[in-house]
């Protein structure tokens, strides 16, 4: 392979000759090869979002020319036009800063200011001017989370509440039998069930919407260890304008930068919610999954659309997909939640030296629930069918019903009631009319499944 020679304050290194990185990204490159994760394009885009407002800030302050800023977001604007940039190869595994990185994006820049404009900018000189990867990297951590939630998974779940929703509505006449224990309880309504799922998911939006507020608060601007050496008065003001403009949302300065660096405790709150919404999803999964299970042998409630032959070997056989892939998301977004709660504990004195695994797991929760919700939605519930003739049978059966007349005939009467309803495979009503002396009527009204759910 052919190579060129580039340098650093360590001396030569060759670094393939069409790199766009140079020294230090190509020492970091050799040294880290633990993993084949890297760092998932959000990240990279919202770094190089960083690097244009830092770049835009510094012009204001005099730091850099004009001409050099604008090289600057130009190189950067280049990267944004990737989906997917070629030129950040670095192992998640890395220094636990994540300066490898921060230099791998400063290196690439310089370059591609080199190649469109001609400017010689340096890589720690000009393109990190008034930074340190210490506040940089924190601050993108927080950048890339904020986008992704607005704009990725809060639109995915405001979907699935109105997919859960209208589909409630359409059910919202179908009476059926609850359970709890995963045994026969109290009638309810389809739409009561949904009605729950769809809370669920609001209760995690909300709390995800509040998180946002602490999400927007960056510690760029407090550079090394927080006291902002090297970076100029209002650099922080600066830069988070200069980041609002560029995407439109609401970024300010931590009210302390020291914080902002040394802990990662807003990131562990957002991992936690990111993993109590995979519960809610795992709940609604397995919901599904039960109350399509079957058909004969199964509860048999429902029917999920039919996606693709669910057996090398059984012939017919139909497996609930949708449902059993979002519940491995569920279970991935928990051992990513894990990982984040235990890296987010290793900020000793000024600075968490987590961050890239931090960076990484984050990002990967929120796409993936994002897409799992989606899919929930679209492929799972929007179109199941109710299998109307297994519910009412079941229902009539259901000696749990009895529970209506424990007013009428006391608890232990309505319970022999019951235990002879089950033992004798009848309907609760015909067992309650030899049992007891109410009349028909009363207790067909008493025992109104329907009547029940209100």
């Not at 060129?4 to 050799?30: C, F, I, K, N, Y």
């Not at 591609?112 to 000189?125: A, C, F, I, R, T």
């Not at 929703?165 to 949904?194: C, I, N, W």
Request: hydrophobic share 45%.
């Amino acid at each position: 392979m052919a190579t060129r020679t580039e340098t650093d304050s360590m001396g030569s290194v060759e670094v393939p000759v069409d790199a766009l990185w140079r020294a230090q990204t190509e020492r970091a490159r050799q040294n880290f090869q633990l993993s084949s994760l890297r760092f998932p394009a959000r990240f990279i885009h919202a770094l190089a979002q960083v690097k244009a407002a830092a770049a835009q800030a510094n012009a204001k302050a005099g730091v850099l020319t004009q001409p050099q800023a604008q090289a600057i977001i130009a190189a950067a604007d280049a990267i944004l036009a990737q989906a997917e940039p070629d030129s950040f190869p670095l192992d998640i595994f890395q220094t636990g800063s994540g300066t490898s990185t921060n230099m791998n994006m400063n290196e690439v820049l310089s370059s591609l200011v080199k190649q469109q404009s001609g400017l010689e900018l340096h890589p720690n000189d000009h393109i990190n001017a008034s930074q340190s990867s210490n506040d940089v990297i924190p601050t993108t951590i927080l950048v890339s989370s904020t986008l992704a939630i607005s704009q990725q998974l809060l639109p995915a779940l405001q979907h699935l509440q109105q997919v859960i929703k209208q589909k409630a509505t359409s059910l919202k006449d179908v009476v059926k039998t609850g359970r709890t224990h995963l045994m026969d309880a109290m009638p309810l309504t389809f739409a009561q069930e949904l009605s729950a799922w769809a809370a669920q998911v609001n209760h995690t939006q909300v709390t995800l919407e509040q998180h946002l507020q602490l999400l927007q608060q960056l510690p760029q601007g407090g550079t090394a260890i927080g006291s902002g050496v090297n970076a100029p008065d209002g650099f922080a003001a600066d830069f988070c304008q200069a980041l609002n403009e560029r995407s439109a949302a609401q970024f300010c300065p931590a009210a302390n930068l020291f914080a902002g660096i040394a802990g990662q405790e807003v990131n562990a709150m957002v991992s936690g919610t990111l993993n109590a919404i995979g519960t809610v999803l795992l709940k609604i999964s397995n919901d599904l999954r039960w109350m399509n299970s079957g058909p004969l042998a199964g509860l048999g409630e429902i029917s999920l659309t039919t996606l693709q032959p669910g057996s090398s070997i059984m012939p017919g056989k139909v497996n609930p997909v949708i449902p059993e892939a979002v519940a491995m998301v569920a279970v991935q977004v928990a051992g990513n939640y894990h990982t984040v709660s235990a890296a987010a504990q290793q900020g000793n004195f000024q600075l968490n030296v987590m961050l890239p695994v931090i960076a990484y797991n984050q990002l990967q929760s929120i796409e993936l629930l994002s897409h799992a919700a989606r899919a929930l939605a679209d492929q799972a519930i929007a179109d199941f069918s109710v299998n109307h003739q297994r519910i009412n049978a079941v229902l009539a059966r259901n000696p749990i019903l009895v529970t209506a007349l424990n007013r009428e005939i006391g608890y232990n009467q309505a319970a022999a009631i019951a235990k002879q309803a089950y033992q004798q495979q009848r309907d609760i009503l015909d067992v309650a009319a030899e049992q007891t002396d109410l009349d028909r009527d009363t207790l067909a009204r008493l025992l109104d499944p329907k009547r029940l759910t209100e």
